[in-house]
Nanobody
Framework: QVQLAESGGGSVQAGGYLRVSCAAS????????MGWFRQVSGKEREFVAA???????YYADSVKGRFTISRDNAKNTVYLQMNSLKPEDTAVYYC?????????????????????????WGQGTQVTVSS
C-alpha cells in the first residue's frame, strides 16, 4: 500500500503562487495515477487536476491555465504548481493515488476525476488566499 504526505501549503495574497507537493512511500509510485483535490469545510471534496502514468494531465475548468500538475517518478512525488491564485482557491488540498497495473500505455487517455476512484489519500495541506 502507498502512503501519501502533502506539504507546501500556506498563505498567499491573491495573484500570488504556491507549489504543493505530495510524497509517496510504500509502493511503486510509477504504477499509480495521481490526482489533486480540494475541500472547503462543509462542502464536498472537488477535483482539481489529474496526471496519469504516462504524464498526461487533465484539469478542472476552474483552474485550467493557472495550475499545473506534474510528477517526478524518481522522487516519488507529485506536484501542483498554483499560479494567479484567487481567494476562491482557498481550501485544504489533498492528493490521491489510484493503483493502475499493467502497461502505462493502457491509461494514456484515462483520467480519474472522482474521489471514489482513488484508494489512497494524504492528510491534506491548507492553502489560504487573501484578497
Amino acid at each position: 500500500q502507498v502512503q501519501l504526505a502533502e506539504s507546501g501549503g500556506g498563505s498567499v495574497q491573491a495573484g500570488g503562487y504556491l507549489r504543493v507537493s505530495c510524497a509517496a512511500s510504500g509502493g511503486i509510485f510509477s504504477s499509480y495515477a495521481m490526482g489533486w483535490f480540494r475541500q472547503v469545510s462543509g462542502k464536498e471534496r472537488e477535483f482539481v487536476a489529474a496526471i496519469n502514468r504516462s504524464g498526461g494531465t487533465y484539469y478542472a475548468d476552474s483552474v485550467k491555465g493557472r495550475f499545473t500538475i506534474s510528477r517526478d517518478n524518481a522522487k516519488n512525488t507529485v506536484y501542483l504548481q498554483m499560479n494567479s491564485l484567487k481567494p476562491e482557491d482557498t481550501a485544504v488540498y489533498y492528493c490521491g493515488a489510484r493503483f493502475a497495473p499493467g502497461s502505462a500505455s493502457l491509461y494514456t487517455s484515462t483520467f480519474y476525476t472522482s474521489t471514489f476512484q482513488y484508494g489512497y489519500w494524504g492528510q491534506g495541506t491548507q492553502v489560504t488566499v487573501s484578497s
